[in-house]
Nanobody, 129 residues
Framework: QLQLVESGGDLVQPGGPLRLSCAGS????????????VAWIRQAPGKEREGLSC???????NYADSVKGRVTISRDDAKNTVYLQKTNLKPEDTAVYYC???????????????????WGQGTQVPVSS
């Protein structure tokens, strides 16, 4: 059973950067993170889940319009880890940030919509001075 663990969540001051990691483990024999589309999704207090970015199995990326230019998603295949980097954080970026994955081999596409099978437990990111 694929397991995803997010890390990197911590208090961030407005205007500051953020770097989150999503480490995958428990892959079936022969599978790695490269067989999965992975997305970063957040949920702010009292709001619906919001997809931010995703990376496809072939390395294609997709970003929500609301975060384009402020967010970068990347993947380290050797570490089975996907990263999210975000700049110029604002108080409204306060949320629980989740990574999520679904098996989608050999596809250049991915969706930022929260339609994924495997989810991490989330990491809290408060943005405050």
């Amino acid at each position: 059973q694929l397991q995803l663990v997010e890390s990197g969540g911590d208090l961030v001051q407005p205007g500051g950067p953020l770097r989150l990691s999503c480490a995958g483990s428990g892959f079936r024999t022969g599978y790695t993170v490269q067989f999965f589309a992975v997305a970063w999704i957040r949920q702010a207090p009292g709001k619906e889940r919001e997809g931010l970015s995703c990376i496809s199995t072939t390395g294609g990326t997709n970003y929500a319009d609301s975060v384009k230019g402020r967010v970068t998603i990347s993947r380290d295949d050797a570490k089975n880890t996907v990263y999210l980097q975000k700049t110029n954080l604002k108080p409204e970026d306060t949320a629980v940030y989740y990574c999520a994955a679904k098996l989608h081999p050999r596809s250049p596409l991915c969706t930022v919509q929260p339609h994924y099978n495997y989810w991490g437990q989330g990491t809290q990111v408060p943005v405050s001075s």
